[in-house]
């Protein structure tokens, strides 16, 4: 397994710019789950897809956020018109159903508005 | 309202010493607690995990000790090496909330050589 991959690692973008962040879990995951992490806490729970189903989304996840997994494989995770709260390092995560509550985690993807 | 509570929220410990953390939570239906450890700017790995069936599990180095009367678990890092300096999560799930994790704020570990 190659691990979990996130892309970019890092992006600076201006306030009310649109962001796009990618994620491709472990072959063969079928469940995957972004967080969000600011510095000093531990990660919050955003949203998780089993497949291309997305099953449960945190009221984090506000309406300028949205996620999507399509054909159930990678996934995106958008932030438009982007606030300088938004800030954070944004984690994805995969599993496998057969393998309980076992999640693995990429790298992160920073964000900083500006 | 931060469902599983973590402290110390740092510690510095000398070579060979041992580190503990301990986590406490409010919700007796989390059945799955597991450790994290992140470096900086790296994603969290995870550590060790145990559930509400034994009170102890022990990987190489790295202990959980669990009290389900008490709703506290704890870690225990023996011989600490300077390579084990990192920020410690503790966190908890529910069976039937998978990868639903609520992680505690974290604990900076220093060892000292």
């Known amino acids: 397994d190659t691990g979990v991959s996130q892309n970019p690692r890092h992006k600076i973008t201006k306030r009310g710019q649109n962001v796009t962040f990618r994620c491709d879990p472990i072959s063969e995951h079928n469940r995957l789950y972004w967080y969000r992490q600011t510095l000093g806490q531990g990660p919050e729970f955003l949203t998780y897809f089993q497949n291309e189903a997305q099953l449960e989304k945190s009221r984090l996840l506000s309406d300028r956020f949205s996620a999507e997994r399509p054909k159930g494989s990678f996934s995106t995770l958008e932030i438009q018109r982007t606030e300088q709260g938004d800030s954070a390092m944004y984690l994805c995560a995969s599993s496998f159903t057969s393998s309980g509550n076992t999640i693995y985690f990429g790298e992160g993807s920073w964000l900083t508005v500006v | 309202q931060q469902q599983v509570k973590q402290s110390p929220q740092s510690l510095i410990v000398q070579k060979g010493g041992i580190s503990i953390i301990n986590c406490a939570y409010e919700n007796t239906a989390f059945d799955y607690f597991p450790w994290y450890q992140q470096f900086p700017g790296k994603g969290p790995a995870l550590l060790i995990a145990?559930?509400?069936?034994?009170s102890e599990k022990k990987e190489g180095r790295f202990t959980i000790s669990f009290n389900k009367s008490a709703k506290q678990f704890s870690l225990h890092i023996m011989d600490s090496q300077p390579g084990d300096s990192a920020t410690y999560f503790c966190a908890a799930s529910m069976t039937d909330s998978w990868g639903k994790l609520q992680f505690g704020a974290g604990t900076q570990v220093v060892v000292t050589p």
């Open positions: 145990i559930r509400p069936d034994v």
